[in-house]
T-cell receptor, first 111, second 114 residues
Framework: AQSVTQPDIHITVSEGASLELRCNYS??????LFWYVQSPGQGLQLLLK??????LVQGIKGFEAEFKRSQSSFNLRKPSVHWSDAAEYFC?????????FGAGTRLTVKP | DAGVIQSPRHEVTEMGQEVTLRCKPI?????LFWYRQTMMRGLELLIY????????DSGMPEDRFSAKMPNASFSTLKIQPSEPRDSAVYFC????????????FGDGTRLSIL
């Protein structure tokens, strides 16, 4: 079965700075990869997904992610963080029939 | 376009009581998932259904938990009897197609067992 690791539990960045959240996956076949964001008191919202084609994927809210097969990674990036981006971010990998989520990375944005 | 609808949004009850959480998936979606989220354990998959049939319930903690999907537009997660350690946020998600498609989440039910 597939698995996901998000190495960073908590990241703090200043507003306007760039952001990169790390995600590593384990899966024997071509993975289906997703990033979700969760704001307090809400469910998970899909930011972007990858399952084939261009390895650089654009998502909502100015986010992008790059699939690197050689590194088994799917890191999430944003060039300039806004205060409203403070939330919890989950990487997920789909395989077989279901989806596995990472433990999440909590993003704090400093003014 | 209505998303996944969960009810109630909050539930507070005493231990030993039966708790029923409800979920209405997005119309046309053929898979439904129940998750539990806690600070200690993160997001855990409890069970998922495909075309109303339970496919994998290996995440269900114990026999006190049960889930049903009597039709394509409704599912329940029941805890009987409830215990304080069941306190968590429970999410329902639905999906169309296979695992290459994203899951769409409801806003969750925050459950507190006193």
């Amino acid at each position: 079965a597939q698995s996901v690791t998000q190495p960073d539990i908590h990241i703090t960045v200043s507003e306007g700075a760039s952001l990169e959240l790390r995600c590593n996956y384990s899966y024997g076949a071509t993975p289906y990869l997703f990033w979700y964001v969760q704001s307090p008191g809400q469910g998970l919202q899909l930011l972007l997904k990858y399952f084939s084609g261009d390895t650089l994927v654009q998502g909502i809210k100015g986010f992008e992610a790059e699939f690197k097969r050689s590194q088994s990674s799917f890191n999430l990036r944003k060039p300039s963080v806004h205060w409203s981006d403070a939330a919890e971010y989950f990487c997920a990998v789909g395989g077989d029939n279901d989806m596995r989520f990472g433990a999440g990375t909590r993003l704090t944005v400093k003014p | 376009d209505a998303g996944v609808i969960q009810s109630p949004r909050h539930e507070v009850t005493e231990m030993g009581q039966e708790v029923t959480l409800r979920c209405k998936p997005i119309s046309g979606h053929n898979s439904l998932f129940w998750y539990r989220q806690t600070m200690m354990r993160g997001l855990e998959l409890l069970i998922y259904f495909n075309n109303n049939v339970p496919i994998d319930d290996s995440g269900m903690p114990e026999d006190r938990f049960s889930a049903k999907m009597p039709n394509a537009s409704f599912s329940t997660l029941k805890i009987q009897p409830s215990e304080p350690r069941d306190s968590a946020v429970y999410f329902c998600a639905s999906r169309t197609g296979g695992s290459n498609q994203p899951q769409h989440f409801g806003d969750g039910t925050r459950l507190s067992i006193l």
